[in-house]
């Protein structure tokens, strides 16, 4: 059967036991249940045998007999379920926070060669069918065969005729599932590849919401939804029809066994190898037989539709950790030296063999039309990209040899288009440390939002809302760029910080870039104004992948 399941390279099964008692405690509990079960077609035999031979001085050690058992049942039968749905909880919680982890720190280069989308759908769609599909489906399988194991031994201690026959038919069974395995295998991983697209169709049209209104394609992108959700209902649709498919024939083989052991019981009886009490025992068995036979085929079946599913998740999970144990560095003493550094995209170089060197708390600005590399430059300083020629050293030392802390620690890279969470704007700026609200309000008076915050229910207490409908790009900006000066780090870069704001707000907050003491800052800006050009310390200019030094600035 392990050749049939396949699991190839993925792992998947281990988070299984993620919470070891709980799992051994289900492996032992497991049998106990499904002996009980099975007891049943004995308890039945027994009743029958009193009907037939027994006396009513009897019914009460019967009676409380009977009662026993169904409370031991009952009991067991909770147990079962308790630690199987336990079991589910943590496996499931815990591969999801695993996914996340590994997405969270992947290297930005492996991170954007997926889609969110596709992201989300992994973490929602696909990680509902490993819970449903091969999770729940493992350990359900294994009590089906463990039931199975105990209902065959009784079947054959009560004939092995009979016994024999069901192992007949169980084998045809497993290859009527077996013979599918592929087809079902492929149109589950089909209906995976559908939910991703549908997820990503929904992300973008509701993301388009203001676009969508503004150029009038509200029933143009409705239909695209429309067909994204025609496409996966109907994937769904095919892949449930072949599982629906295989069930049934593998229900029509059970009800072959069915009546084949009433048949051959009765020729055994007629012939006096078998009594009324062993019919009916057998009779009860073959249930026992036959439903973990369809549910075994059912299990087999179902699992395979997740088996591509469950290498994609395992593709993530192999992901390597973007923190690198490199050298410890908590401070900045010297420069940022930049020499000889090249960097293409695909095909297309960017710039070419460029050097410069920022220096400690000085001020410096790279200007150059869009598309010209300053901010792939900056993505290069951050370590957001990787080295292909040439070297980046911070007071001499390698950049791609410092651990991830420390390079997080000295450079921060202040994005044009910062992200808010749907979080307050005390938490949006302080991003989970520690810092006084009286420092984060002194920064937003300095950047220009004081009259904004105070405007607010709650001042900086005020949830940004999804989107940060009630903020204006310069606000967003602006609460950003207090966002990275919180920080405090030795080196700041920030990329067209000032793009969405007016001239007056523009000139104070460059102002307060300038003032800051030990600070080196790097500015990128495609048009930055003459008092700044002045008021730099020097001024780099990036064009048709050259970066040269501007003969301006103080």
Not at 157 to 166: K, Q
Not at 300 to 311: G, R
Not at 370 to 379: A, D, H, I, R, V
């Amino acid at each position: 059967m392990c050749k049939y399941l396949s699991f190839r390279s993925n792992k998947l099964f281990t988070y299984l036991g993620y919470k070891k008692n709980l799992l051994v405690l289900y492996l032992l509990v497991n049998p106990i249940n499904s002996a009980l079960e099975v007891l049943l077609a004995y308890t039945t035999a027994i009743a029958i045998e009193y009907a037939i031979n027994g006396s009513l001085d009897q019914i009460g050690m019967y009676i409380a007999a009977f009662f026993v058992y169904v409370i031991v049942w009952f009991l067991f039968s909770l147990l079962h379920t308790y630690l199987r749905n336990k079991i589910l909880e943590h496996a499931v919680a815990h591969l999801k926070q695993d996914l996340m982890e590994r997405i969270l720190f992947s290297p930005p280069t492996v991170f954007h060669k997926t889609n969110t989308g596709t992201y989300l759908s992994h973490l929602t769609n696909d990680c509902e069918i490993i819970r449903n599909s091969y999770f729940f489906e493992l350990l359900r399988l294994y009590g089906q065969v463990v039931q199975l194991v105990i209902a065959l031994a009784a079947m054959f201690f009560i004939s092995w005729i009979i016994g024999a026959f069901v192992v007949f038919m169980a084998l045809v069974q497993v290859a009527i599932s077996t013979s599918f395995k592929k087809i079902i295998s492929h149109l589950g991983a089909l209906y995976s590849r559908q939910q991703q697209a549908y997820t990503q169709t929904c992300k973008e049209t509701l993301q388009s919401f203001q676009t969508a209104n503004l150029y009038d394609v509200r029933h143009e992108l409705s239909n695209l939804h429309a067909e994204a959700a025609q496409q996966t209902e109907h994937a769904r649709f095919r892949s449930k029809l072949m599982n629906s498919i295989v069930n049934e024939l593998s229900f029509s083989a059970g009800t072959v066994m069915y009546l084949g052991i009433f048949l051959i019981g009765a020729v055994l009886s007629l012939k006096g190898v078998l009594g009324v009490g062993a019919i009916i025992a057998a009779a009860q068995l073959m249930g026992h037989i036959a439903t973990p036979l369809t549910n075994i085929s059912t299990d087999i079946a179902e699992l395979q539709t997740s088996f591509e599913i469950a290498d994609h998740l395992q593709a993530i999970l192999d992901i390597p950790f973007q923190n690198q144990p490199g050298m410890a560095k908590d401070r900045f003493d010297s420069a940022l030296t930049v020499q000889n550094l090249s960097f293409h995209y695909n095909q297309k170089e960017i710039f070419h063999n460029i050097n410069c060197t920022f220096e400690k708390g000085k001020k410096y600005l790279i200007v150059g039309p869009s598309g010209s590399g300053k901010s792939t430059l900056l993505s290069l300083l951050t370590g957001q990209l990787p080295l292909q020629n040439g070297s980046i050293t911070l007071d001499g030392h390698p950049l791609n040899q410092l651990s991830t802390a420390a390079l997080h620690q000295l450079i921060l890279l202040s994005p044009q288009e910062p992200y808010l969470f749907d979080w307050t704007i005390a938490e949006n700026i302080r991003l989970f440390r520690p810092i006084a609200e009286e420092r984060i309000e002194t920064w937003l008076d300095q950047v220009g939002l004081c009259q904004k915050i105070r405007s607010l229910p709650n001042g900086i207490h005020t949830r940004f809302g999804e989107g940060g409908n009630e903020f204006s790009g310069g606000e967003k900006q602006r609460v950003g760029l207090v966002r990275a000066l919180a920080r405090n780090a030795p080196i700041l870069l920030l990329d067209e910080c000032t793009s969405h704001l007016d001239a007056v707000t523009a000139k104070r907050v460059e102002d307060l870039l300038l003032q800051l003491q030990d600070t080196t800052v790097i500015l990128v800006s495609h048009n930055p104004s003459h008092a700044l050009r002045h008021a730099v310390d020097k001024v780099f200019v990036m064009q048709n992948g050259v970066l040269t030094d501007e003969v301006v600035g103080k």
